[in-house]
């Protein structure tokens, strides 16, 4: 059942709780009568407000939540809290709800807040964090399934979805807000989940969004350039993610050492760690082999100590997806969960999962040629999955992609290079151009790609003809790989949402071909 248009996943039946006993646990100021109020959930988006909620009016980049007090109240808000700003805004907008004025910046103390109203203080499910530059929605849908392989009810939070067996809504953060965050794991509670695996991503940790939860096991799993427009350089964005590795974030951690990165969240962690490797000569804990690879999936053999080992498939080429699946198997091993469990729930070690818009095969498998789309959009990525395709793939590889507008621009010419090292027919489309010009945004990807001069380049802006220009280029045998627009629905041009289904245009395209039925 998917939640329809709603936002965010909330309990069904929550216990209100009063908000004057807010009051003495945080630096909370009083405007208005608020012995009676009780709310049963928390917001910050007024188009999210639920009848009974406590609205935070958060100071935003952008505009002032409190801005927006009216709408909320209208909506069923019981309460605002917000800052001293925002109590005057409230009261120019002529909105009546009573104010909890908060000393510090609303954000900072948000998930307490969330937890105390949510009653989410302490979640009795096991809780798992995964975080790193490629792969966290990944480990998190593999964490789900291997979940469910052992018998226990599993919940998840992706960039995709967040989701709760078949109660489902659309992601509009990797990581959500804090009261989005309490108001899933009370859900999650209320449904007898035990285990959710969250997808962490650095904005998260230093933007207290994962205020009041405490992981029982967090991950990292590799690190390289992303996000330098948010962060401004790499140290700061790798200390971010080194932060989750701390006690007042999680128990313990589960860390890939392949990299030097790698090596230092192992060292530097203040947090009890395992280590993950997948060559011999490295000091690990756990150790990962391949042991057969095509591009219907990967099979892998984990040594851990103790004599503990798991045989296993996962159905989904690239020998980083099996270092993904080692990954969520030692979590769950950390957590208590023992793999003889997981190995049990599974055929013939087949972990069955499904990762939506990563690796997704839209074509009809067989002879080919083959048509994957994925969320892939950093140097990092797109190395690995052309260099899985180089491993596996019968015939030429085709690969198109466009950048993010608006977002890291330093990384497009290396990703354009690194295409044209990889592939043997590069394909530049748009993707998201938002408010540059997409052609000086694919001009970037151009020179990379042509300044690696193997490999040939093609550029198309429209991704639909591209798709097209693709599928008219292949032959049997051959692999297109569209990477960027994942599972996403549209294309944001010039502050427009443009409707745009890579999977469905594929789809369509593949069928006009004659190549799916
Ligand atoms: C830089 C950043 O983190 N921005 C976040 C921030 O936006 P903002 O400060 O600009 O908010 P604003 O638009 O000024 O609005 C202020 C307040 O008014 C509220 N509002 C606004 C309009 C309205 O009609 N009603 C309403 O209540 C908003 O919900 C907000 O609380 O607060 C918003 C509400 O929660 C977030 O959606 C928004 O994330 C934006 C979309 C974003 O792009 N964030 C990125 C940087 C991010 O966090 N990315 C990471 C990693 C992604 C990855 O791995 O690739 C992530 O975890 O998603
Ligand atoms: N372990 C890995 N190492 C390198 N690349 C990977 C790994 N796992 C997946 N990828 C590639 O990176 C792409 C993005 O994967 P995924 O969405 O799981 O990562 P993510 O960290 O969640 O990214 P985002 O936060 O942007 O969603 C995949 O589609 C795949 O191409």
Redesign the pocket.
């Known amino acids: 059942m998917s939640t329809g248009d709603a936002l965010s996943i909330r309990p069904q039946d929550p216990s209100p709780v009063a908000l004057d006993s807010l009051v003495g646990r945080f630096p909370l100021g009083v405007f208005g009568d608020l012995s009676e109020v009780r709310a049963t959930g928390v917001?910050?988006?007024?188009?999210?407000?639920r009848p009974g909620d406590l609205?935070?009016?958060?100071?935003?980049?952008?505009?002032?939540?409190a801005?927006?007090a009216r709408?909320?109240a209208d909506r069923g808000a019981v309460a605002m809290l917000t800052d001293a700003d925002g109590a005057e805004r409230a009261a120019q907008v002529g909105s009546e709800l009573p104010v909890l004025v908060s000393e510090a910046h609303p954000r900072t103390i948000l998930g307490e807040v969330a937890a105390a109203v949510y009653g989410t203080d302490a979640v009795s499910a096991k809780l798992f964090g995964v975080t790193g530059t490629n792969g966290?929605t990944s480990v998190v849908y593999l964490l789900a399934e291997l979940l469910r392989a052992a018998g226990i009810t599993a919940g998840l939070s992706s960039?995709a979805e967040r989701r709760l067996g078949d109660e489902v809504v659309p992601?509009?953060?990797?990581?959500?807000?804090a009261s989005e965050l309490h108001g899933l794991l009370a859900r999650m509670a209320e449904a007898g989940v035990g285990g959710v695996a969250i997808?962490?991503?650095?904005?998260?940790v230093v933007?207290h969004?994962l205020d009041g939860v405490h992981f029982d096991v967090v991950a990292f799993n590799n690190f390289s350039q992303?996000?330098l427009d948010?962060f401004g350089d790499l140290e700061t964005y790798f200390a971010a993610k080194l932060q989750l590795f701390t006690p007042e974030h999680a128990e313990r951690g589960v860390v890939v050492v392949d990299s030097p990165y790698g090596q230092r969240i192992a060292r530097e962690s203040r947090i009890p760690v395992t280590r993950l490797a997948t060559e011999y000569g490295q000091e690990a804990d756990w150790y990962l082999a391949i042991t057969h690879q095509t591009l219907d999936g990967v099979s892998f053999v984990l040594q851990g100590p103790e004599g503990a080992s798991f045989r296993g498939r996962v159905p989904v080429f690239g020998r980083f997806m099996a270092e993904n699946a080692a990954l969520a198997l030692i979590m769950l091993h950390e957590a208590g969960i023992p793999l003889a469990q997981v190995s049990s729930g599974l055929e013939q070690g087949l972990i069955p999962v499904y990762i939506p818009g990563r690796l997704e095969e839209i074509s009809a498998g067989g002879e080919g040629p083959r048509f994957y789309v994925d969320y892939g959009?950093t140097p990092g990525s797109f190395e690995a999955m052309l260099d899985a395709l180089g491993e596996v793939a019968p015939g030429r590889i085709i690969f198109m992609f466009g950048a993010d507008g608006d977002r890291d621009t330093t990384k497009r010419e290396e990703m354009g290079r690194i295409a044209a090292a990889g592939a043997d027919t590069v394909i530049i489309c748009d993707y998201h151009p938002r408010s540059e010009p997409p052609e000086a945004i694919r001009a970037q990807l151009l020179a990379g790609a042509r300044s690696e001069g193997r490999a040939e380049v093609l550029e198309e802006a429209d991704p639909r003809r591209a798709i097209r220009l693709a599928i008219s280029r292949a032959e049997p045998g051959d692999v297109i790989l569209y990477a960027g627009p994942g599972h996403e629905d549209h294309q944001e041009v010039a502050g427009e949402f443009l409707p745009y289904s890579a999977r469905d245009e594929v789809r369509g395209a593949l069928r006009e071909a004659g190549l799916l039925p």
């Open positions: 917001s910050l988006d007024s188009r999210d407000v609205y935070i009016g958060m100071p935003g980049a952008k505009r002032h939540g801005d927006f709408q909320a966290k960039t992601s509009n953060l990797t990581s959500p807000e997808e962490v991503s650095a904005q998260a933007r969004r992303d996000h948010e959009h």
